[in-house]
């Protein structure tokens, strides 16, 4: 899989609505819609490219988990995060993890799905997180590009995130201040985080905590709408 000259445009279109966006939250959105881009543009056994189904709030399919990826026992409903994902964990919440205050969040609308992305003032970097619809089969997904050795640059299940199962991961480009991490909440869903603390932040050295914090809030907001 690869991305193409379609989502090479996409993603030279993706542009902030009337403002000047730091240089930390263009290449975290950058990062994020690769991301999107490994995790929901795959081929069934015959080449033919996967449609995304339709979202159910607790159902998943029967053939999930497999390549060895650990089952998600009490899948949590995702149709109001997925519609709004900036509803599911706020900035004042983000402001106690990440590092400095939130300047502003926005809605981007990705071919994974809706994201939310949370920019930090003063150039402390970015945290971006939402439902990854674009990719029916979790983390079973990544766990089978695992298997086929194809596909994941970095490839390393996480502690589990207040009772679900973690990855992080990546498809190349690996910075150490940058976090791919995806969550399974349902055998055929995955919030999906990337955090990019920038210099100045304290959580520059583990981008990866915090992303696991950020998955902690989302986590805990879902198991309670």
């Known amino acids: 899989m690869g991305t193409t000259r379609q989502d090479e445009t996409a993603l030279a279109a993706i542009r902030d609505e009337g403002k000047a966006v730091s240089m930390g939250a263009r290449s975290t ?17 015959k080449g033919n490219p996967t449609k995304p189904a339709p979202s159910s709030s607790v159902g998943q399919s029967t053939s999930l988990p497999r390549a060895g990826a650990p089952n998600v026992e009490k899948p949590l409903a995702t149709a109001a995060a997925e519609a709004d994902p900036c509803s599911v964990v706020k900035s004042d919440q983000i402001q106690t993890f990440g590092g400095g205050a939130v300047d502003r969040h926005r809605v981007e609308d990705l071919s994974s799905g809706k994201v939310c992305a949370w920019v930090f003032a003063n150039g402390l970097g970015t945290i971006s997180a939402g439902i990854n619809t674009g990719e029916r089969d979790g983390l079973s997904h990544l766990y089978a590009l695992n298997a086929q050795g194809s596909g994941l640059t970095t490839f ?4 589990p995130i207040d009772g679900y199962p973690s990855v992080v991961f990546a498809n190349g480009g690996e910075r150490s201040y940058v976090c ?3 969550v399974g909440v349902r055998n055929d869903l995955t919030y999906t985080i990337v955090a990019t603390p920038g210099s100045g932040n304290p959580n520059r050295s583990d981008p990866c905590g915090m992303a696991t914090k950020l998955g902690t809030y989302a986590v805990r907001h879902l198991k309670a709408a």
């Open 29 to 45: 959105l950058l990062i994020l819609t690769t991301a999107a881009l490994l995790v929901s543009a795959c081929s069934d056994s």
């Open 156 to 159: 390393k299940p996480s502690e």
């Open 180 to 182: 791919n991490l995806a």
